[in-house]
C-alpha cells in the first residue's frame, strides 16, 4: 500500500500542495480529481520524488520513502506514468517496451514482450511502427505496457486522455481495468474526466489549489453535487 500523510510541496516559498494524505491500496481504483492546476500532478510528482521541496511522509508498504531516487521508487514497484507520455520516438514499440524492464530489477522478473503483447492485443495493431509514428492514444497505451513490463505493485497515472478522443479514452479504459482487475496493480489516476475516472476507481479524492477537498467513496461523491458545480467546472 501507498501513503501519504500531511504532504506538502513548494515552488520556491509558495505552497503547492497543502497538508494532502492519501492512500492506495493494491489491485484497486484510486480517483485524485481536481480541475487544471489544483495539483493533481505536482502530487504524483512529489511522490516520485521529481518534485524539488517536499516535506511530509510517503510510505510504501510501511516503509519511508520520501526523498528516495525515482529509479529506486520504481523498482521497489511504484510505476509512474507522466502526462506528457514520454516514448522514444525513434524506437520500434518492442525496444520501447524493453525500456520498462529496469524496473523489475533485483525485485522480479519481468514481463516478457510476448506477455505483454498477449495482456494488451491492441498493440499488434500498430507494433510495426515506430513511437514517433503512434497517435496520441497509441503512445498512452505503449506508455502504460512499457511501465508495466517491471511488473509494479502501485501505478501512477497522470491525466491519461488529456488530448484524446472519445473513442481512443473508451480503448484506454479497457487497458486501464485490466490493469487494476487481472494483474492486481492499485491505481492512483490524477484526471479530469469523471465518467473516465468512475468506471475504474472505487474511491475519490478530491483536491483544489492543492489542499484536500473531499475524501470517499463514488456515492458520497455524488450526494454532494455542490462539488461538482464549485470545484470541476462540470
Known amino acids: 500500500m501507498l501513503e501519504v500523510r500531511d504532504l506538502e510541496s513548494f515552488y520556491g516559498s509558495s505552497y503547492i500542495i497543502q497538508k494532502l494524505s ?76 524493453k525500456m520498462g524492464v529496469f524496473g523489475a530489477k533485483n525485485r522480479i522478473a519481468p514481463f516478457t514482450i510476448e506477455e505483454m503483447m498477449e495482456l494488451f492485443p491492441i498493440i499488434h495493431n500498430f507494433n510495426n511502427r515506430k513511437g ?42 479497457e487497458v486501464i481495468r485490466k490493469v487494476i482487475k487481472e494483474l492486481g496493480v492499485g491505481v492512483l489516476l490524477a484526471e479530469q474526466n469523471l465518467s473516465f475516472s468512475r468506471k475504474l476507481t472505487e474511491y475519490v479524492y478530491l483536491i483544489d489549489q492543492g489542499r484536500l477537498i473531499f475524501e470517499g467513496t463514488w456515492d458520497e461523491f455524488d450526494a454532494r453535487p455542490e462539488l461538482k458545480e464549485k470545484y470541476l467546472a462540470v
Open 22 to 97: 492519501l492512500r492506495v491500496k493494491e489491485g484497486q481504483g484510486t480517483a485524485l480529481l481536481g480541475r487544471n492546476g489544483a495539483g493533481k500532478s505536482t502530487t504524483l510528482k512529489s511522490i516520485m520524488n521529481v518534485q524539488p521541496k517536499v516535506k511530509g511522509e510517503i510510505l510504501y508498504n510501511d516503509k519511508p520513502i520520501i526523498g528516495e531516487k525515482p529509479y529506486r521508487l520504481a523498482r521497489m514497484g511504484i510505476g509512474y506514468v507522466p502526462e506528457d507520455r514520454r516514448v522514444y520516438a525513434d524506437l520500434s514499440i518492442e525496444s520501447n517496451l
Open 132 to 173: 514517433g509514428q503512434l497517435s496520441g492514444g497509441e503512445q498512452q497505451v505503449v506508455t502504460i505496457a512499457r511501465t508495466l513490463m517491471a511488473k509494479p505493485n502501485i501505478m501512477l497515472l497522470d491525466e491519461p486522455t488529456e488530448g484524446l478522443a472519445p473513442l481512443i479514452v473508451e480503448s484506454l479504459a
